[in-house]
């Protein structure tokens, strides 16, 4: 079965450089979020978006942005990274209605290293 | 804002021994969900719970969502090697927020 794709795999970066990561959600899935994980720590919510609109946002900075587009991918634009950016970055897709919690389907996410 | 703290951070158990992880929202939830995180991977759906004082059973894992809502736990039986990794639980509302909470590292020593 399809899973969530997420690219890249791996990514290093310069501090005040930007960055671009890309979530393919499951075919049909609707809803896509990002959460960013630290070493040793839980996922935090970024910023979740439902068929194609901004549902719910969490603890992003301002310095980044995300949208979803007309074929549901999604994309996370991260501009000025600062050390602390550095993480494991997550996607995940659920096929639901806006308000409502459907399982995650998560991806195997992008390690952002910000040098 | 909405916090979900689990406990322990961390167990170490004995192959074959019981293991509980406890999660507490500091709000009401609309429904828990939990999720196991292996070493290296990314979290995995476990199950959901919805209503209040509902108790689920996966073979050795046992799952039940406190009569108010706000507290969850997740029981495994007779644990296993393959049962190591953090498990989440991850606490919802009437959004598509869904906050995790602070994870349970779970180490099995064969």
């Known amino acids: 079965a399809a899973g969530v794709i997420q690219s890249p795999r791996h990514l290093i970066k310069e501090k005040r450089e930007t960055a671009t990561l890309k979530c393919y959600p499951i075919?049909?899935?609707?809803?896509v979020y990002w959460y960013q994980q630290g070493p040793g720590q839980d996922p935090q919510f970024l910023i979740s978006?439902?068929?194609?609109?901004?549902?719910d946002k969490g603890s992003i900075p301002d310095r980044f942005s995300a949208q979803q587009f007309s074929d549901y991918h999604s994309e996370l634009n991260m501009s000025s990274l600062e050390l602390g950016d550095s993480a494991l970055y997550f996607c995940?897709?659920?096929?639901?209605?806006?308000?409502?919690?459907?399982?995650?389907?998560f991806g195997s996410g992008t390690q952002l290293s910000v040098l | 804002g909405q916090q979900v703290m689990q406990i322990p951070q961390y167990q170490h158990v004995q192959e074959g021994e019981d293991f509980t992880t406890y999660c507490n929202s500091s709000t009401t939830l609309s429904n828990i969900q939990w999720y196991k995180q292996r070493p290296g991977g990314h979290p995995v759906f476990l199950i959901q719970l919805v209503k209040s004082g509902e108790v689920k059973k996966q073979k050795r894992l046992t799952f039940q969502f406190g009569e108010a809502k706000k507290n969850s736990s997740l029981h495994i039986t007779a644990t296993q090697t393959t049962d190591v990794g953090t498990y989440f639980c991850?606490?919802?509302?009437?959004?598509?927020?869904?906050?995790f909470g602070t994870g349970t590292l779970l180490a099995v020593q064969p």
């Open positions: 995940a897709s659920s096929l639901g209605s806006r308000g409502t919690n459907e399982k995650l389907f």
């Open positions: 978006f439902y068929e194609k609109m901004q549902s």
């Open positions: 075919p049909r899935h609707d809803t």
């Open positions: 991850a606490g919802g509302g009437a959004t598509n927020k869904l906050i």
